[in-house]
């Protein structure tokens, strides 16, 4: 990969003293480049590894939500089975009342 310092040299055709300095900057560059580019590839890397734990706390969120739901389902299953037994003995209390009732006439 050309540098600017090796693209300004092509265009103007120039050639100092200072060439050796621009090469060793070159490589400090390019030993820059590399280091910038593993940094990038690490925070790529961290920031998959971020989305996964993500995924995963948003699918044991979802699973737990469903959980709940779930027992609340199951919940009001008892409660209305509750009801209709609480019903029958109040239905049940009522004609023993008015058979009592009805005997002690």
């Known amino acids: 990969v050309p540098t600017k310092t090796t693209i300004t040299k092509s265009i103007t055709g120039t050639s100092n003293d200072d060439d050796d300095d621009h ?16 940094e990038i ?3 790529v890397l961290e920031t998959r590894d ?9 699918r044991e969120s979802r699973d737990a939500i469903l959980g709940s739901f779930e ?16 019903n029958e003995l109040r239905d ?7 058979a009592i009732e009805r005997e002690n006439r």
Do not use: G, L, P
């Open 50 to 58: 971020a989305i996964k734990e993500s995924r995963d706390a948003i």
């Open 71 to 86: 027992e609340m389902r199951e919940s009001r299953q008892c409660f209305e089975e509750s009801r209709e037994a609480v």
């Open 41 to 43: 590839r690490r925070a």
């Open 23 to 38: 090469d060793h900057d070159d490589h400090d560059s390019d030993a820059d480049s590399e280091k910038e580019k593993e």
């Open 92 to 98: 049940a209390a009522v004609s023993a009342a008015n």
